[in-house]
């Protein structure tokens, strides 16, 4: 077997002869690096591990062939788990119980409320079993068989206090637009005016503003529908006086 400067020596002759350079020019250069031996070997060993390591890979078994082929490629995400994952809390759709609106109580045949009495009612008029309590607003209604889901016909809602401006305004606000009229009820004062016109198709509420003193007001409201009950505008204005002239406070 040829040893490795032999080899050398071979290449550098082949070398030589295409470059048409001297023919001992492999002696000289193996006489030059015979002291550099060491490093030559380790540059040869280095060369072929380089070419082992630019090979491909072989993978060999016990009783079987030597197959190649590049490695197989490493994923860098890591495979799913299948570890059990808590269900979520059971959402409660159950929709939360409404606080309870808060009313005048039981009013009995609902002649007085707040702070006023009830002198007269239109004929067949019960109390509705139903207010509501606003502190310086509370308000409730009759009608023709105290149903309480039923229909209202009159209804009654009283201002006090912080609320008589808000009243205030809204009456200067018909006056305004030239709606309603200006009366008198007994000594006390009030405005008689169709509110809400053409609200659900309907021709609006008739309805009476009181002054009953400076720090209460009273709004007496007919239904759209129990107008009907009436020959027309003059009787229904008859009507809504006789319950205001019938109002007494107690405040």
């Known amino acids: 077997m040829p040893t490795l400067e ?5 290449l550098m002759a082949d070398e030589t002869g295409r470059l048409q350079a001297a ?14 031996r060491k490093r030559v070997r380790a540059a040869a060993l280095a060369a072929s591990v380089a070419v082992i390591a630019a090979a491909p890979i072989g993978y060999v078994t016990v009783g079987s062939v030597a197959t190649t082929g590049p490695e197989p ?5 890591p495979e799913p788990t299948t570890s059990a994952t808590p269900e979520p809390p059971a959402i409660d759709d159950t929709p939360p119980v409404p606080s309870p609106t808060p009313d005048l109580g039981d ?15 239109p004929e067949g008029l019960r109390w509705s079993n139903r207010s509501l309590d606003f502190g310086d607003r509370y308000t409730t209604s009759y009608n023709l068989d105290g149903d309480k889901n039923g229909s209202y ?24 637009e030239g709606d309603g009229e200006e ?4 000594d006390r ?3 008689l005016v169709i509110q809400n016109v053409g609200e659900d198709g309907m021709k609006g509420t008739p309805t009476l503003f009181l002054r009953m003193g400076d720090r209460q007001r009273a709004e007496i409201m007919f239904s759209p529908v129990y ?20 109002l007494t406070s107690t405040l």
Do not use: N, W
């Open 153 to 176: 016909c009159v209804q009654i809602y009283m201002h006090e206090d912080a609320a008589v401006q808000e009243i205030e305004d809204r009456i200067q606000a018909h006056r305004d």
């Open 73 to 77: 490629a490493i994923s860098a995400v």
């Open 23 to 36: 023919p001992d020019l492999a002696e000289r250069v193996m006489r030059f690096s015979h002291g550099k």
């Open 107 to 121: 009013l009995g045949d609902g002649k007085e409320f707040g702070h006023v009495k009830v002198g007269y009612l």
């Open 6 to 10: 032999e080899e050398i020596r071979q």
């Open 227 to 246: 107008v009907k009950e009436f020959s027309g505008a003059e009787a229904v204005g008859a009507e809504l006086k006789r319950i205001a002239e019938g």
């Open 189 to 191: 004062t009030g405005y």
């Open 183 to 186: 009366i008198t009820v007994g």
